[in-house]
C-alpha cells in the first residue's frame, strides 16, 4: 500500500492528478465505511496541508479550510450566526471524533444525517473545489447530490467552504433527536438563523432539515409563513404539512417517516426559541 501525506495542496493535486488514490482526511467515516473490504492501495491524507487548515475572515465572509476538525469551529470565535454549526459540531460523535474529523469529511461522506450539513445550508455555504485544472465553486445543495453523492469530479478535492456574511445580528440555533442524548446519529436535526426586527418580529428565517429525505433540505414556505411573526408567538406556533412538503423521510429501524415530521416540528419550534431567546436577551 502507498501512503502519502503531502504538504502542500499542489503536491496533493499533482497526486490524484497521477492516478486513483484514495483521499482520506480525519479518517471517521472513511475507515468505519469500509466494513470487511481491505483498504484501497493508496491512501493520500490530506490533514498535512496548512492552506486547507484553518477559519479566516474574507472580504465577504468567512473562509472555513477543508480539513478543519470540528474541535477547531467548536472553539473559533465566530458571530452568532454561526452559534447552530458551532451545536452541530458539538453533536458530531464524542470529543476524541471532533478532534480528528473535518468539515469536508462529513459533506464529502454525503450522509443524509450528516449533522453539519443542514447549519451550512442556512449559512449559505459554497464549497471550493480545486483541481490541478483551477478551482470552481458550487452552492452546497448543488455539491451533495443524492445519499453518498457529491459533485467532485476526478482529480478533484474541497479545498474549502465559504461562507457569505450573515445578516447584522442573526442567531442562530440547532436541534437534534436521536434515540440516546449523545454518541449517535440523527433521527431528525433541524438548524435555523433567524434575524429580527426592532418591534422584535422575525424579519428573516433560514429553516434547514436533515435525516428527512436523501440530502438535507430548506423549507421555504415555512421561511416565508414566519416572516413577521413576533418573536413571543414562536413557542406555540403552528406548522403544516405543506411547510415540510420538501422532505421524504423513510421508515427505518430509528423511527417512522410519520415520527420524523412530527419530530421535525417539535426540532423547529425548539431551534428557533434557542436562536430567538438568545436574540430576545440581547447577549452574546
Ligand atoms: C463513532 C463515530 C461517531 C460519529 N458521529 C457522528 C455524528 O453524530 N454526526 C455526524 O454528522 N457524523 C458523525 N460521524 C461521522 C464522521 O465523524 C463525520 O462525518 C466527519 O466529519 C467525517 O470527517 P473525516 O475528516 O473523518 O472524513 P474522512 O473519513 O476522512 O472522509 C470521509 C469521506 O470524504 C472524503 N473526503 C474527506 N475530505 C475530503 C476533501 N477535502 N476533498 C474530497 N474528499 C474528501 C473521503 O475520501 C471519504 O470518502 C461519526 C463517526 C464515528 C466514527
Redesign the pocket.
Request: aromatic residues 4%.
Given at each position: 500500500m502507498a501512503y502519502s501525506a503531502p504538504s502542500t495542496l499542489q503536491g496533493a493535486l499533482s497526486a490524484l492528478a497521477a492516478g486513483p488514490v484514495?483521499?482520506?482526511?480525519?479518517?471517521?467515516?472513511?475507515y468505519?465505511g469500509l466494513r470487511d473490504a481491505p483498504a484501497p492501495t493508496d491512501l493520500l491524507d490530506?490533514t498535512g496541508i496548512a492552506e486547507?487548515r484553518g477559519i479566516a475572515r474574507t472580504p465577504t465572509g468567512w473562509r472555513i479550510g477543508?480539513?478543519t476538525r470540528?474541535s477547531e469551529i467548536v472553539r473559533a470565535d465566530l458571530p452568532p450566526a454561526f452559534d447552530g454549526l458551532k451545536a452541530a459540531g458539538r453533536?458530531?460523535?464524542?470529543v476524541q471524533?471532533q478532534n480528528?474529523?473535518?468539515?469536508?469529511?462529513?459533506l464529502?461522506?454525503a450522509?443524509p444525517?450528516?449533522?453539519?450539513v443542514p447549519p451550512l445550508l442556512t449559512l449559505e455555504a459554497e464549497v471550493e473545489l480545486a483541481s490541478d485544472r483551477g478551482k470552481r465553486r458550487l452552492p452546497l445543495g448543488e455539491f451533495i447530490s443524492g445519499v453518498r453523492q457529491v459533485a467532485?469530479r476526478p482529480g478533484e478535492?474541497?479545498a474549502a467552504l465559504h461562507l457569505p456574511d450573515p445578516p447584522a445580528g442573526a442567531r442562530a440555533g440547532f436541534a437534534k433527536l436521536g434515540s440516546r442524548r449523545y454518541?449517535?446519529?440523527?433521527i431528525a436535526m433541524v438548524a435555523v438563523l433567524v434575524r429580527l426586527d426592532g418591534a422584535g418580529a422575525i424579519a428573516e428565517a433560514r429553516i434547514a432539515v436533515g435525516a428527512c429525505s436523501p440530502v438535507a433540505r430548506r423549507l421555504p414556505a415555512l421561511e416565508v409563513m414566519l416572516a413577521g411573526c413576533p418573536a413571543a408567538r414562536l413557542a406555540g406556533f403552528d406548522i403544516a404539512p405543506a411547510h415540510l412538503e420538501p422532505l421524504a423521510p423513510i421508515d427505518d429501524l430509528r423511527g417512522t417517516a410519520a415520527y420524523r415530521l412530527d419530530a421535525v416540528a417539535e426540532l423547529c419550534r425548539r431551534a428557533l426559541a434557542e436562536a430567538v431567546g438568545v436574540a430576545e436577551r440581547g447577549d452574546g
Open positions: 484514495a483521499v482520506i482526511a480525519g479518517g471517521t467515516d472513511f468505519p490530506i486547507l477543508a480539513c470540528w453533536e458530531v460523535g464524542s471524533i480528528a474529523a473535518t468539515v469536508a469529511g462529513n464529502c461522506n450522509s444525517a450528516a449533522d453539519g467532485l478535492l474541497v454518541m449517535v446519529i440523527s
